[in-house]
Each structure stands twice: as structure tokens, then as C-alpha cells.
């Protein structure tokens, strides 16, 4: 088993944490192979941002993601840049508010989690990120719900756990609604 999974959007979204959680899950607390990549550009917040996240249950001897089984998308420059790599049969997860635009793609399955409006409803826009996670864990079942709740608490800033939580749940909640 290798998964191959990206996450993008624009800096200041949470891209880069979202990937080291999901991968801190996998490796840490699901005793899977995982490795996080990142890549972002020179402007801190709003230029184009990726993370990437392969795990597997053998050793990982390439660290890139090609073709994505799992693409995460939180804007629009990042849909347009990344949905034509996602792999036939594969999973797309966006925030259809922040992807308004979008193009049919044949063989593959699409979610829309509105994970912005779920986390400005908890009073923090940052947020969207585990938003997405919890959909992400309820869709894909990739991860275990404690292994990322575990990952979530350990990686995210002191003060903010419990409302990264709430975030978690929210997302997860709205996932399983989708399946």
C-alpha cells in the first residue's frame, strides 16, 4: 500500500501543518511509513502553498507525490494548478467556497466540506485546516480518529486545543454525512 496525498491552498490556511498532522498521525500513532514534503512561495501568506503527505506500509524510497490518490484543495489557484494530477478512481475534498470554479473531471470522487464556513462558525477562520482533516479521516479512513486527534494535540499551539478539536469533530462529523 503507498498513498499518495496532497493538500493546497495559500499560505496562512494552516497547508504545511494540516500535512505534518496527517503524517504525524500515520507514523507516530499509526505505526505506518509516512513522509511530509512541503513547498511554498517567498510571500508568507497568501502565495501558493503544498503539502504533501505519502504513506505506506512498506519503506518509503521516493518521497514525492506525482499522481495524488487524495487531493485536498482550499483555493482556487490550488484547484486549478493540482486537479488534473489527481490519479483515476482517486478522491477530491474541497471547500466549495473557496473553489467556486470548478471543471468536470471524469473518474474520480468529489466531496465539498464548506471547512471555512464550519470554522468561522467556531470563531476562527484558522481553523479550516483540521476542519478538513476531520473530513478527511471520516471520508478516506485512511487514519483512525484518535491517531489524528493525538496528532492534532501535539501539534498544534498551546491554548488552541480545544478548539482544534471542535474543529476536528465538526469536520468529521460532516464527513461521515457525506458518506
Request: proline share 4%; hydrophobic share 40%.
Amino acid at each position: 500500500m503507498r498513498i499518495e496525498i496532497r493538500i493546497g491552498g495559500f499560505g496562512g490556511q494552516g497547508i504545511i501543518r494540516a500535512g505534518v498532522m496527517l503524517a504525524t498521525a500515520a507514523s507516530i500513532f499509526e505505526e505506518k511509513n509516512a513522509v511530509q514534503t512541503q513547498s511554498y512561495g517567498p510571500e508568507s501568506r497568501g502565495g501558493r502553498c503544498k503539502s504533501e503527505v505519502v504513506i505506506s506500509d512498506q519503506e518509503i524510497d521516493f518521497p514525492k507525490v506525482e499522481q495524488p490518490d487524495i487531493l485536498l484543495v482550499m483555493s482556487q489557484e490550488a484547484y486549478n494548478e493540482y486537479v488534473d494530477t489527481l490519479k483515476e478512481g482517486g478522491i477530491l475534498i474541497l471547500d466549495p467556497d473557496m473553489v467556486p470554479e470548478r471543471k468536470k473531471v471524469e473518474n474520480i470522487r468529489v466531496y465539498e466540506v464548506p471547512a471555512t464556513k464550519i470554522a468561522e462558525e467556531l470563531g476562527k477562520s484558522l481553523v479550516a485546516n483540521v476542519v478538513m482533516l476531520g473530513a478527511f479521516t471520516a471520508i478516506t479512513k485512511l487514519i483512525s480518529e484518535e491517531a489524528m486527534r493525538k496528532s492534532i494535540l501535539q501539534n498544534v499551539p498551546k491554548g488552541t486545543e480545544q478548539l482544534n478539536l471542535m474543529a476536528f469533530e465538526r469536520g468529521l462529523e460532516y464527513g461521515k454525512a457525506l458518506l
